[in-house]
């Protein structure tokens, strides 16, 4: 919803956990395009090396040469685990059906809620003709109970196709641990992320009635652009970029059109 009034762009915030991430994450999820049996002969640190190009320099949010390796580096190190002991990756997977948007199906017709998503890896399991959906993190702390993630990963196999999730996991890529996860109730996974769809629906209604600027109220109180106080983590970075503030770098265009930003500390 955010847009820069003075450019008409969506804005986007860089990081170093999140450039770290969509790295690793496009090539390891960038094997599923390959038969099983030779998956595995792709060269994972020379596509990490053409990936790393896309996020390098204040484009990934990296303030400095050492900072950028130290993230660089850790990346590395999780794909030596993964090439390692590749576990899954050999074996059959699947993909869910894409167009030009990433999966989606009506959450709810009723309200024109429309849940999207990509499921980082979805193993076949011929045994039980079911099938394992895998997160792969690239963090260093582990999710927490109550997060809504796999909760919105099993709605989508669900909706998307035709096979029955019996399995669901966690892959912590930099200690290699592979954690498996209790699947949620088909039917309370559904209540949970729509009561938070309709939430941010909500939002969306108060804030067009105010007017062209779209202004969304925070649950946590407005921020203060002057003393730099107040607010949520969440709503203050957009509030640097909309007042110019210093702390707020813009470095750049990116996919989609969006303008992107570094938070400087």
């Not at 895998?134 to 919105?152: A, M, N």
């Not at 909500?202 to 407005?222: H, L, M, N, S, Y």
Request: proline share 5%; with cysteine.
């Amino acid at each position: 919803m955010y847009k820069d009034p003075r450019t008409g762009h969506k804005v986007s915030i860089v990081n170093p956990h999140m450039s770290l991430g969509v790295a690793v994450h496009e090539v390891l999820e960038g094997l599923a395009e390959f038969p099983a049996d030779t998956r595995m002969d792709r060269d994972l640190f020379a596509l990490y090396e053409s990936e790393w190009k896309k996020v390098t320099g204040k484009k990934g949010g990296f303030t400095s040469d050492t900072e950028e390796r130290e993230f660089k580096a850790r990346g590395t190190v999780m794909l030596e685990k993964v090439t390692g002991d590749p576990r899954f990756l050999i074996n059959k997977c699947i993909k869910l059906k894409r167009d030009t948007m990433p999966c989606n199906f009506y959450l709810s017709e009723e309200h024109n809620i429309i849940l999207n998503g990509l499921v980082d890896w979805i193993e076949y399991l011929p045994e039980t003709d079911s099938l394992h959906i895998v997160d792969f993190k690239t963090g260093k702390v582990e999710e927490k109970d109550g997060s809504l993630q796999l909760p919105i990963y099993l709605l989508l196999c669900n909706a998307l196709q035709k096979r029955k999730v019996t399995k669901a996991s966690y892959w912590y890529l930099e200690s290699d641990k592979l954690t498996e996860k209790e699947l949620p109730d088909i039917d309370i996974a559904r209540r949970d992320v729509l009561e938070v769809a309709m939430k941010v629906k909500e939002a969306r209604d108060i804030a067009k009635r105010e007017g062209p600027d779209k202004t969304f109220v925070c649950p946590q109180g407005a921020y203060d652009v002057v003393t730099r106080d107040g607010g949520c983590n969440s709503c203050r970075p957009y509030e640097l970029i909309f007042a110019r503030d210093p702390l707020a770098e813009s470095v750049g265009v990116g996919g989609f059109s969006q303008d992107m930003y570094l938070m400087r500390k």
